[in-house]
């Protein structure tokens, strides 16, 4: 049986979780989350846990069975006490500002990149060189997260570019000078 998916994911206090069929919505302080999960898998409420139960040991039903405990656990997580990843940017002159609930970026290029937050994200820059991106929905902070990080890349010859908080961008040596 499957250690992850036979877990009971407790809910807190002010955090409330809906089952409509394969339709889950959780509930709480930061907001409404709804996810559509694999029709098999039975997903019950009792004694204030939420219970993921599969159907057979099919292979299949198998996998489904940590991947769904792990989306509602995520859901119930991110309701309560929201996702947050932290970018830094490293490279003379490169910097971000906030503007108005967008992210204005100076990474190199003749132009600045804005970047919108998608509803539900938002962004703080608390220093020219530091993004933080949060919101409740876990798979969505780490998509704008990568997309941001996407605009510029770390340089792999001399570290420059975005990169989440604490990544080791592994140098590469370079051209040998003559000798």
């Known amino acids: 049986m499957s250690r ?3 877990r009971p994911i407790p809910i807190p206090t ?3 979780v809906k089952i409509d069929g394969p339709l889950v919505s959780v509930k709480g302080p930061k907001g409404l989350l709804e996810q559509s999960l694999h029709p098999a898998m039975k997903i019950s409420i009792s004694e204030g846990t939420v219970v993921v139960e599969r159907p057979s040991e099919e292979r299949e039903h198998r ?7 792990s989306l509602v656990a995520n859901m119930v997580e991110g309701v309560t006490n929201g996702y947050v990843k932290t970018l830094e940017i490293q490279g003379v002159g ?16 003749s132009h600045p990149v804005v970047v919108e937050p998608p509803k539900g994200i938002t962004f703080e820059v608390p220093q020219p060189t530091r993004i933080i991106v949060s919101g409740a929905d876990k ?3 780490g998509q704008v997260a990568a997309n941001i990080r996407a605009v510029r ?4 010859y001399k570290g420059k570019g975005i990169r989440y908080q604490g990544e080791y961008v592994r140098k590469k040596a370079g051209k040998a000078g003559k000798a």
């Open 153 to 156: 890349k770390p340089d792999a």
């Open 94 to 109: 490169y910097r971000a500002a906030l503007k108005g609930s967008n992210i204005e970026l100076a990474v190199g290029y």
């Open 63 to 69: 996998a489904l069975h940590g991947l769904t405990r």
């Open 139 to 141: 798979q969505a902070v």
């Open 4 to 6: 992850i998916g036979r």
């Open 14 to 16: 002010g955090v409330e």
